[in-house]
Every structure is written in C-alpha cells, then in structure tokens.
C-alpha cells in the first residue's frame, strides 16, 4: 500500500495540507492519512480528518524529530506539510518545515496557506522550472515520471539570465521554438510544452502559476537551505499561492 502522508497542526492552514494531500495521493495513486504531533488536545485535528474521512494518527514528542519518523515508514512515497501557520505577510517557510525537507530522502509537498482548503478538482497540471542541467532535470524527467499515477500535462519553464540568452537570432520565433524543442527532448522528453521567460526565475514562476492555472509546481533540489544556496526555492516557497513538489537529487 502506498500512502501519502500529511502532517497536520490545529492552525487553519491544516485543512489546505489535507486537501492536498487528497489531491496528491490521487495523481500518485496513492492514499492519503495523516498524523498530528500533540501540542494540546488534538481535537481539531482528529475533528478536520474525520471531516474528510482520513486515517489519523496523533503522536508524542520533539515535532520534527517525531514527523520524521512517521515519514520515513516504507509504505509513505511522499509527505505534505504546511509551509506556515497563517498567510498574513509573505515569509519563508518556517524552521520546522525547513528542518523537515532538508532531511526527508522523499518527495515532500510544501503547502502556502493560502492554498485551496477543499479537495476540488484532480491535479491535472504541473510546473517544472529547469534549469538545463543534468542535476535539475534527472529527478524530474525520472522520479517524477515513476511517481505519477493520472493523466497529468507537465510544463517545463526555462529562465533565460542575462548569461544565458541565446546569441543573434536569425528568425527569433523560430529559433526559440526550435531551441526550446531541443531542451526538452534533451533534459525531459516527458514534457508536454515548454515556456521561455527572462528575468528573475522565483518572480516567473510566480506569474506563469497565475497566468496558466498551474496545480503543482516540481522543484528538484539538493536539500540544501544554507545562505547561497536553493534562492529559487526559498523564494518560491516564500512566495506561492501553489503547492510545492520537492524532489530531492540523489
């Protein structure tokens, strides 16, 4: 049995990493259950599970340490968490959450606040913004494609820097279309389209999830927040209305 675990907390951004947590056991195919760290009595959280007719198991102990382990059960492929407690203010996510998916060797899902707080419609459209690396595109191209379950259409965004622009274009509609075919089929040929933007790659993330009513953004990463690295991450998490896949590079 695979299992999609959801940690859920007695603030109301529970009930968004719940229904998330429906939504994304059903693209993997999955179940979805749910475990809360006692911090007082727990009612409200057994109260939202049974609301939504979801296992819950309420456990003692240290939050990070004790989510942990319930993560680190063989029958959990992927875990979903609330990035914050409120959504009043934009702010990264909080340290427990950091602690978390910086040492959970699975996909974890990161869940703004202010995300939908009903199950609604399936995850049917996912946001892989790839830098052109190896690194980048390995956990994408492949673990992503293992995990999924459901018919899904994924669109990969490439960030041109100023670096990183092509040269002198003789037909640049063209040439852009041609070189953008050419990056998906070298770094992930399971890709469904792709979009080329310039400027900063957190701010285009952010406008692409608005302009083409994204469900899921994937991000690979190396499970590393220290000061100069994952600032596309950190500004993602810190910054979207859109539920967040973190796949960890091996």
């Known amino acids: 049995m695979k299992t999609v675990l959801a940690a859920i907390d007695e603030s109301p951004a529970a009930q968004p990493v719940l ?12 179940d979805a259950e749910a475990v809360h760290v006692r911090e007082h009595d727990g009612r409200q959280a ?15 102990g240290p939050v990070a340490p004790t989510l942990l382990t319930a993560f680190h059960q063989p029958r ?3 875990a979903v968490v609330g990035a914050r407690g409120t959504s ?33 419609d399936p995850i049917r459209r996912l946001l892989a913004p790839l830098e052109g690396t190896v690194e980048s595109a390995v956990p994408v191209a492949t673990g992503l494609a293992e995990l999924i379950d459901s018919e899904v259409e994924l669109v990969v965004l ?13 037909d640049p509609a063209r040439d852009l279309a041609i070189w953008g075919d ?7 040929p399971r890709a469904d389209r792709i979009l080329l933007r310039t400027g900063p790659v957190g701010l285009r ?5 608005r302009d083409d009513d994204i469900d899921l953004i994937v991000l690979s990463w190396s499970q590393n927040v220290t000061p100069g690295h994952a600032e596309v991450v950190r500004h993602v998490l810190a910054t979207s209305a859109v539920p967040v896949l973190l796949l960890p590079v091996e």
Request: hydrophobic residues 50%; glycine residues 8%; charged residues 15%.
């Open 19 to 30: 229904a998330t947590a429906l939504r994304v056991a059903d693209l993997l195919g999955a």
């Open 76 to 78: 959990v492929v992927a």
């Open 88 to 120: 009043a203010g934009r702010q990264p996510a909080g340290h427990t959450v950091l602690e978390l998916v910086e040492s959970v060797r699975k996909p974890v899902v990161v869940v703004p606040p202010d995300a939908p707080g009903t199950t609604g």
């Open 205 to 209: 993330v952010t406008d692409v999830c």
């Open 46 to 60: 057994l109260a939202l599970a049974e609301q939504n007719g979801v296992i819950l198991e309420v456990l003692d």
């Open 158 to 170: 490439h960030v041109f820097t100023a670096t990183s622009v092509p040269g002198a274009l003789d």
């Open 182 to 188: 050419e990056f998906i089929a070298r770094f992930c």
